[in-house]
């Protein structure tokens, strides 16, 4: 099969799914979207026609999207991530959606306007030629759309251009555990149904790295991919009918039975960063903090983690989206030329007890305290993330605020979070 006809038969089957019944209104939708991290607290934020339970994941659980942001959304469909980042952005920042298909941008466009958003636009495009200036957008998102992409590279790359210095990606998207069986493979069902175009895991993290991403995550959310057989008639990628009302499901449920789906392919979240380039000016409008220039002005900022999965917390299932935009901060002070050591309590105890202070602190307030930082040797900061702003300003030399003591939990030497 051509790429230009991959593309149009992509474009022709959403565009049928955009026209059908598929909505947020319906349960076996919300049961889709639900099964792949969506709450209903979300769910229940959005217009009818935003959901057509198309996702694969939730990219919002791991953008960290703050307030006045310049957010992008890749292959936006009905438009239900822009609607909810809008929320996190406010009137200070702006979402704009992406889609190459009229129909879904229809969709889009009616559901802004029953919500009467004005931080949020959409344009048609496709996502390897963004309508975009560069280093003008601070997170990308997309949820179920690379996978549709032949050609990854290319939009991996237009991605970074877009990016400002320091700006993320975070992505949901299909991608293999093991190559598929070769009649999967030719299946053109299976190329729409967000199937047979992904990559492999290690693929898709080399193909963000080959367009110069740095601290690239890809993650298996281990989601059930027969979620979307929970809704008879409907599923991602395949939840719908096309123009003729055949329902898209129909061919990629027969490929489905023909092979275990979760043994071959999973559910991804993925996390990277744009490289700050070395020397630039601080990219936070809050301080002005002049690049390091001389090596007596490099600090040292040592981070102690609670127990974690890994040493920056974001390759669990449920990630606490303040964990990557910490991680995002720390590879910022690393590029403006500061060191950054992180210690995680549950692979690294030994830095624990080193360390005269933190064992102190551990000893007293038990692992309530953590994380803590210290800048230099000095802590700066115990029991939450600093801001980058908050990081910033102690490298620069203004002093921490005075910490509260943080009290001892009774009942034990583990604190709430259950662990030593
Ligand atoms: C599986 S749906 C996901 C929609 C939406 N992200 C969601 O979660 O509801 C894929 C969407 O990507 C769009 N799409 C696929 N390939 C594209 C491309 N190369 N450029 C732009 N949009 C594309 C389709 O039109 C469709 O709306």
New binding site residues.
């Given amino acids: 099969m051509s790429k230009r006809m991959m ?1 149009d038969d ?2 022709d089957q ?2 049928g ?2 026209k059908g019944a598929l909505s947020n209104e319906s349960t076996a939708v919300r049961s889709i979207a639900s099964a792949f991290g969506y709450s209903q607290d979300e769910l229940n934020q959005l217009p009818a026609e ?7 994941g939730n990219p919002l659980a791991l953008a960290g999207i703050r307030e006045g942001e310049v957010v992008v ?9 822009v609607f909810l980042a809008a929320r996190s952005v406010g009137s200070a920042g702006r979402v704009i959606g ?4 009229t129909e ?1 941008l229809e969709r889009a466009r009616a559901g802004q306007q029953k919500l009467g958003l004005t931080n949020v636009e959409f344009h048609q ?4 030629k963004l309508p975009l200036p560069d280093n003008s957008v601070d997170c990308v998102i ?4 690379i996978n ?2 032949s050609d990854k590279l290319a ?1 991996f790359r237009e991605i970074l251009r877009v990016l400002k210095p320091a700006g993320r990606v975070a992505l ?1 998207d299909i991608a293999l555990k093991q190559e598929l069986p070769s009649e999967v493979k030719q299946s053109v069902e299976a190329y729409v149904g ?1 199937i047979s175009g992904a990559v492999l895991i290690e693929e898709y993290r080399s193909l963000l790295e080959q367009a110069g991403f740095g601290s690239v995550v890809v993650t298996d959310t281990g989601a059930d991919l027969n979620a979307y057989a929970m809704a008879s008639d409907s599923g ?2 395949g939840g719908a009918c096309d123009s003729e009302g055949k329902s898209l499901h129909d061919g990629l449920a027969s490929v489905m039975q023909s092979f275990d789906a979760n043994a071959y392919a999973a559910s991804v979240r993925v996390h990277a960063l744009k490289q700050a380039s070395t020397g630039s000016v601080n990219t936070i409008p809050v301080l002005n903090v002049q690049p390091i220039s001389k090596e007596k002005t490099m600090k040292t900022v040592q981070v102690y983690d609670k127990p974690m999965c890994c040493s920056t917390g974001v390759c669990g299932p449920d990630v606490d989206p303040v964990l990557p935009k910490f991680a995002a901060d720390l590879d910022w002070l690393k590029n403006q030329g500061h060191n950054v050591e992180r210690y995680n309590l549950a692979q690294q105890p030994q830095a624990f007890i080193e360390n005269k202070e933190i064992h102190h602190l551990l000893s007293t307030a038990g692992t309530d305290c953590l994380p803590v930082v210290a800048v230099d040797g000095e802590i700066v900061s115990q029991t939450v993330y600093p801001s980058r702003e908050d990081l910033a300003g102690w490298v620069a030399g203004v002093p921490a605020k005075q910490l509260l003591p943080v009290a001892k939990p009774s009942g034990g030497c583990c604190g709430t979070s259950g662990c030593c």
């Fill in positions: 593309i992509v474009r959403y565009a799914v955009a935003a959901n057509m339970g198309l996702s694969c959304d890749l292959g936006c469909g009905g438009g239900m991530d992406i889609d190459m298909t879904m495009s496709t996502i390897d997309s949820n179920c759309v549709l992409v939009v949901s967000c991602c990628c």
